[in-house]
């Protein structure tokens, strides 16, 4: 009986003991020389902290206490020998007041080739203003750095987020594997250009929840190679919309597939519900497309397929989208258009729109039915809808 109960000590011991072990070790980048007074640099103790718990083989936290962080282009690299680093963050991190410093470095805080990293709460200030109006004034100004960057990831995490003022993009994910972005907010000025709020290209799996996005361009933007997306409860403004699109830019390019889109709202936005694609030869398509329960407020394009986006008229003029688009549903779509064409689906002539189906769907421009426009598309509607199918 003693040499029973003394296992069973033994063994609550190893448990204890293993428990102890796997509980995350934190790493606070002031305790690496991080410094939370807005002006001193703060780039080296922030890798410091990222190696150690990249090098770590139990789950690490690197913690960023409450205060400002001034931070230059930052790169977190990956592979690392654990798969579960959180990055706490409490505070706000800064990027250099002259935008010149990190704006050709096409990110600002940048992860590659991570895996189980989650990123947490916190503030990421891209103050990017002045670079907004140089690239205003025409002068000859860096194309700009995304605020939060994940490359070649999987089992990503970013929750509670805001990201403020981005130079360009806030959010990439590209070349990603389950991920998750939730409890985010996104806020820039309306007119603030290439200031996308979430990206996502050539990426599979992934979940953007419960987010408040206002910005310059889309609050959502969805590039080529884009799988199994899922988008629910977001709020849209101001912006350019949901889209997906721009396809169909390279003759060779990867397709857009099972994306959902359901209980977003819209108020006054440039667009709401949005596809596009150039008006060039392209391999590219968009299939099996969800839009679901969406409200629109004073939206001047709440409804829209554009295959023949062509900017400044540059390599496109007279050429058809080569882009295939097909199995479109937009249903319960509902509110108010700022135009009088609140339905627009202007598709390929030489690769038409086909299975596109509207159900449930009631928009109004001044308080009366509106208006829709179809080119080249076809499919079905079922249910109200308003206004009147031109399909």
Request: one cysteine or more; a positive charge.
């Amino acid at each position: 009986m003693a040499c029973t109960t003394s296992f069973v000590l033994l063994v609550l011991l190893l448990v204890l003991l293993t428990s102890s072990l796997a509980t995350a070790v934190q790493f606070n980048v002031v305790s690496y020389g991080a410094k939370s007074d807005g002006t001193t640099d703060s780039t080296k103790a922030f890798l410091k902290a990222w190696t150690q718990a990249c090098g770590s083989t139990s789950p690490a936290t690197i913690y960023v206490p409450t205060g400002r962080f001034l931070l230059r282009n930052v790169k977190f690299m990956g592979p690392c020998r654990n798969n579960a680093i959180l990055v706490k963050i409490d505070g706000t991190l800064l990027a250099p007041s002259d935008f010149r410093a990190i704006g050709n470095a096409g990110n600002w805080v940048f992860f590659k080739d991570v895996a189980g990293v989650t990123v947490s709460g916190g503030t990421l200030d891209g103050r990017g203003a002045n670079l907004w109006a140089c690239k205003g004034s025409g002068k000859n100004c860096p194309s700009g750095a995304t605020n939060l960057g994940f490359t070649n990831s999987r089992n990503i995490v970013i929750d509670g987020l805001t990201s403020l003022n981005s130079q360009m993009f806030h959010i990439v994910i590209n070349g990603c594997h389950n991920v998750k972005v939730q409890g985010v907010r996104v806020s820039a000025s309306g007119n603030s250009p290439n200031t996308d709020g979430i990206h996502v290209q050539v990426s599979s799996s992934v979940a953007i929840l419960n987010s408040n996005i206002g910005t310059g361009d889309d609050c959502v933007s969805v590039g080529p190679g884009t799988t199994n997306l899922w988008i629910e409860n977001v709020v849209c403004g101001p912006g350019h919309g949901i889209s997906i699109g721009s396809l169909g830019k390279e003759l060779d390019e990867p397709g857009v597939e099972n994306v959902t889109v359901r209980m977003v709202t819209f108020v006054g936005t440039e667009n709401g519900l949005r596809i596009k694609s150039w008006g060039r030869p392209s391999s590219g398509f968009a299939r099996n497309i969800h839009f679901q329960h969406a409200s629109m407020t004073n939206v001047k394009n709440p409804i829209v397929i554009d295959q023949n986006y062509c900017p400044n008229n540059k390599n496109c003029p007279g050429q058809a989208s080569g882009v295939k688009i097909s199995d479109v549903t937009y249903e319960d779509i509902h509110g108010t258009s700022a135009t009088e064409v609140a339905v627009k689906f202007d598709c390929s002539r030489s690769n038409p729109c086909t299975g596109i189906k509207l159900e449930d769907v009631k928009l109004t421009y001044k308080n009366q039915a509106a208006d829709a426009s179809c080119t080249n598309a076809d499919g079905t509607s079922t249910g109200l809808v308003q206004p009147t199918s031109c399909l």
